[in-house]
């Protein structure tokens, strides 16, 4: 008796805005499966017709993810395919693809990803800020508790940061970050690759005077500054020349001296460097 063939789970990127951003690749993966798991079907359908793609699909989404899931885990352990797409971007970012993903790596099903469009990157590339190291929280939460908890936690972190937000609740969320987080600069991208696609760069405290005068329209991405790092105190250099001394004195050169402690207290090594021979000099 042969042993049963698994079926595999693609999770396919489609566009956030504009309908020509899809590969060809992602075109052919939604043609070949067996049926796709949609968030919302209706607009799915919309992609599927614009390309002349003719597909069972099945919908999979907040409310019923739980027994859609099942049945969808199901379908792929008998053998068959699903293409896993969200209403816009990359499944598995702040949408409930994420749960379907979760349980079909548990069942140890194949995988592939076929990448594209994400509105987070997208906005993060051209917000001007640092994006090396980027943090991406996505959805505040409705409830205040949880939306302060969730910035208090962010108020050290120095990496750019990036949230997404709806329309009716961007002035809140704007607001609530001026007050925990401070003052900071801020790129708001809407629309993305959309016909009214535009970036604001300005600060939080400028950015709610434009939405009250200006109602919020379109999904919003929100790349935020990370936590500037205070300049050492004289007290804090002091102590890392102590610092380095020590070291050297337990046999570490020079230069590994000077690695460690600015590594540990984050004062450039060439700033230093300078200070611990300067201190020897004297």
Same mark, same amino acid.
């Given at each position: 008796?042969?042993?049963?063939?698994?079926?595999?789970?693609?999770?396919?990127?489609?566009?956030?805005?504009?309908?020509?951003?899809?590969?060809?690749?992602?075109?052919?993966?939604?043609?070949?499966?067996?049926?796709?798991?949609?968030?919302?079907?209706?607009?799915?359908?919309?992609?599927?017709?614009?390309?002349?793609?003719?597909?069972?699909?099945?919908?999979?989404?907040?409310?019923?993810?739980?027994?859609?899931?099942?049945?969808?885990?199901?379908?792929?352990?008998?053998?068959?395919?699903?293409?896993?797409?969200? =209403? @816009?971007?990359? &499944?598995? *970012?702040?949408? !409930? /693809?994420?749960?379907?993903?979760?349980?079909?790596? =548990? @069942?140890?099903? &194949?995988? *592939?990803?076929? !990448? /594209?469009?994400?509105?987070?990157?997208?906005?993060?590339?051209?917000?001007?800020?640092?994006?090396?190291?980027?943090?991406?929280?996505?959805?505040?939460?409705?409830?205040?508790?949880?939306?302060?908890?969730?910035?208090?936690?962010?108020?050290?972190?120095?990496?750019?940061?990036?949230?997404?937000?709806?329309?009716?609740?961007?002035?809140?969320?704007?607001?609530?970050?001026?007050?925990?987080?401070?003052?900071?600069?801020?790129?708001?991208?809407?629309?993305?690759?959309?016909?009214?696609?535009?970036?604001?760069?300005?600060?939080?405290?400028?950015?709610?005077?434009?939405?009250?005068?200006?109602?919020?329209?379109?999904?919003?991405?929100?790349?935020?500054?990370?936590?500037?790092?205070?300049?050492?105190?004289?007290?804090?250099?002091?102590?890392?020349?102590?610092?380095?001394?020590?070291?050297?004195?337990?046999?570490?050169?020079?230069?590994?001296?000077?690695?460690?402690?600015?590594?540990?207290?984050?004062?450039?090594?060439?700033?230093?460097?300078?200070?611990?021979?300067?201190?020897?000099?004297?």
């Amino acid at each position: 008796m042969s042993e049963q063939t698994i079926g595999t789970l693609y999770v396919v990127a489609t566009p956030i805005g504009n309908l020509n951003d899809i590969s060809e690749r992602a075109v052919l993966t939604l043609r070949e499966v067996d049926f796709i798991a949609a968030e919302d079907t209706r607009v799915t359908l919309k992609l599927l017709s614009r390309f002349s793609i003719k597909k069972q699909l099945v919908s999979y989404y907040e409310h019923n993810r739980k027994e859609s899931g099942e049945r969808i885990l199901k379908r792929i352990l008998t053998g068959e395919s699903c293409a896993l797409v969200t =209403d @816009a971007g990359t &499944p598995g *970012i702040s949408d !409930p /693809g994420e749960d379907l993903i979760h349980i079909c790596a =548990d @069942a140890d099903v &194949p995988m *592939i990803t076929i !990448p /594209g469009p994400c509105a987070a990157v997208a906005a993060i590339a051209i917000s001007g800020f640092p994006a090396g190291r980027f943090a991406f929280e996505g959805f505040l939460s409705t409830s205040r508790k949880s939306r302060f908890e969730h910035l208090n936690e962010l108020i050290a972190e120095k990496r750019t940061m990036v949230f997404y937000e709806a329309p009716h609740k961007l002035l809140r969320t704007l607001v609530d970050m001026l007050a925990i987080l401070g003052d900071r600069r801020v790129a708001i991208s809407r629309e993305l690759t959309k016909i009214h696609e535009e970036t604001l760069r300005t600060t939080l405290s400028e950015a709610i005077a434009h939405f009250e005068k200006t109602p919020p329209r379109g999904e919003f991405v929100l790349v935020i500054e990370g936590a500037k790092t205070p300049p050492p105190t004289e007290e804090d250099m002091e102590k890392a020349v102590s610092d380095v001394k020590s070291l050297l004195q337990g046999g570490l050169s020079v230069k590994d001296s000077v690695k460690k402690v600015s590594q540990e207290t984050a004062i450039p090594k060439n700033t230093l460097y300078k200070m611990v021979v300067t201190d020897e000099r004297t």
